[in-house]
């Protein structure tokens, strides 16, 4: 048996590693939600490692509000760098090996291929500078650690764009969504699966990876195909928009090289349309 700690485990991810873990038997896994595991708080971390020991803590803790970040930049970086930092030193000493989640959203979107790990990082946000200096701290403090660095994830939980549009599909209002981001939607389940698997088969392969689900879109399609596949084409009116308004600046183009993560697991990664259509029948059946 290996004891796994999970952060933000009400979380989207968070809810997504919930629901897959009872599939894996040989994974004792211990959920911590904000209320009772905040990860700023290091007394109380300290106090969480002395009481158990773990093989792997997942961090799923994250500040994830996009549009929020850019006033409350402090906030943001206490989170996604200050805490991670001691988190990953509070491994180190334990002995724990650490998964964390990184953002698309470090890239600046000038690429027109798939930016691979050794790409260049220029954040355009506050968000995804606060993610890149989490990954630093991690690099300098670790060698037992995975980073995954995913994309535009959504999922039945928590909040996501997904959600958003089924929710206005049931208000029946218009959509006007921006083409102006190409990237790739990532269920957060298939991302959840295979990190429970890598877990449960002692990967050692460490480091910095990226991982998304196949192929590419801009919001617009990931809209669309949300239509298409709950059958409301027809009755929402579905408008490209490029110039809705937001306060963060986005990565024009953000899709993720997955070369090495397929090599180093030999994994096969799902298309986007089919992971999220499957979704969709899932809840419909
Ligand atoms: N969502 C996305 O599209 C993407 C996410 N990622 C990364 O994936 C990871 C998971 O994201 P996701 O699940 O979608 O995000 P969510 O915002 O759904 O989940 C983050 C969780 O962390 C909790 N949290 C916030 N602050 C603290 C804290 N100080 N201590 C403990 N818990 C805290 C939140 O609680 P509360 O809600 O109460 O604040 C929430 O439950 C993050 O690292 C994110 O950066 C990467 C790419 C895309
Ligand atoms: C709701 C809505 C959004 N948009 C635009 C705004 C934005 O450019 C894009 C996506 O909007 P959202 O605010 O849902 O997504 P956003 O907060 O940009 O999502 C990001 O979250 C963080 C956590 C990540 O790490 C990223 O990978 C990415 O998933 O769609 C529209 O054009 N029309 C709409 O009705």
């Not at 919930?18 to 599939?23: D, G, P, T």
């Not at 500078?129 to 690099?139: P, R």
Request: hydrophobic fraction near 35%; proline fraction near 1%; aromatic fraction near 12%.
């Amino acid at each position: 048996m290996k004891n796994v700690l999970i952060t933000g485990g009400d979380g989207q991810l968070g809810s997504c590693f919930k629901k897959i873990a009872q599939n894996y038997k040989t994974l004792d896994c211990s959920f911590k939600s904000a209320s009772t595991l905040d990860i700023c708080d290091n007394v109380a971390l300290k106090k969480v490692f002395a009481e158990e020991n773990f093989d792997w803590v997942i961090n799923c803790a994250a500040y994830t509000n996009v549009e929020k970040a850019e006033a409350e930049q402090e906030k943001a970086f206490k989170i996604n760098a200050e805490a991670v930092k001691n988190l990953a030193e509070t491994c180190r000493i334990s002995g724990a090996k650490l998964i964390h989640f990184s953002t698309d959203y470090v890239f600046d979107g000038q690429a027109r291929k798939p930016y691979s790990e050794t790409n260049k990082t220029n954040p355009i946000n506050v968000y995804g500078a606060s993610k890149l200096k989490g990954e630093k701290y991690i690099e300098e403090t670790l060698t037992a650690y995975f980073i995954f660095r995913t994309s535009w994830l959504y999922s039945e939980f928590g909040h996501n764009f997904y959600k958003t549009i089924l929710r206005k599909i049931d208000e029946k209002a218009e959509l006007n969504i921006t083409s102006s981001q190409l990237g790739t939607p990532t269920n957060a389940n298939d991302l959840a699966d295979f990190v429970l698997r890598l877990i449960a088969s002692e990967e050692t392969k460490y480091g910095l990876y990226h991982y998304s689900n196949a192929g590419q879109g801009t919001w617009y399609d990931f809209a669309k195909a949300i239509l298409e596949f709950t059958g409301n084409s027809e009755e929402i009116k579905l408008q490209k928009s490029d110039n809705f308004k937001t306060l963060a600046a986005r990565p024009a183009y953000s899709v993720l090289d997955k070369t090495r993560c397929k090599k180093n697991f030999d994994i096969t990664i799902q298309n986007w349309e089919k992971s999220l259509e499957n979704l969709i029948n899932a809840k419909a059946s």
